[in-house]
């Protein structure tokens, strides 16, 4: 498998809307298992497609024992509220309070195009909003609850 370099706040395909994946074929199967081996590498707890500068809704999730990989993915319910810090991996010099919900659920497709929902609340939560922001073309910063994001 491949460590992609993860690309840094500045780079414009970050904050691009990720066009969907139509193709479902061994090439999206080999970019998910290939994603999963950065964000490890990195040691992130998720990662979407546009930080390794592809413009793809792609990215892969792994809090604890559990690893996502969602293709499509959007949001269909949420609630609650949780602030927390957060950082990422392509703005690894800052930390921020951000306001999340606590509880989403997500749809979202597998690498075979398999329609599937899946529930997360804290951490998980997080992480979900988090990447999904990502195909979205937006980054932690922008959502700071505080004036500034910390330096680390």
Known sequence: MAVYEIIKM?????????KP????????????????????AARGVGLAAPQIG???????????????????????????EQ?????????????GEVKRYQRVRVKAQDRNGEEYTVEGT???????Q?????LDGILFVDRVENDEPEER
């Open 83 to 95: 602030c927390d810090a957060e950082g990422c991996l392509s703005i690894p010099e800052y930390t």
């Open 122 to 128: 804290d951490l998980l939560a997080v992480a979900f």
């Open 21 to 40: 994946v139509t193709r479902f074929n061994s090439n999206l199967g080999r970019l998910i298992d290939d994603m999963f081996d950065t964000m490890a």
């Open 130 to 134: 988090h990447e999904i922001d990502h």
């Open 54 to 80: 592809i413009s793809k809704r792609v990215c892969v999730v792994e809090v604890g024992k559990r690893r996502f990989e969602m293709v499509n993915p959007e949001i269909i319910e949420a609630e609650g």
């Open 10 to 18: 500045g780079d414009p395909v970050l904050r691009e809307k990720a």
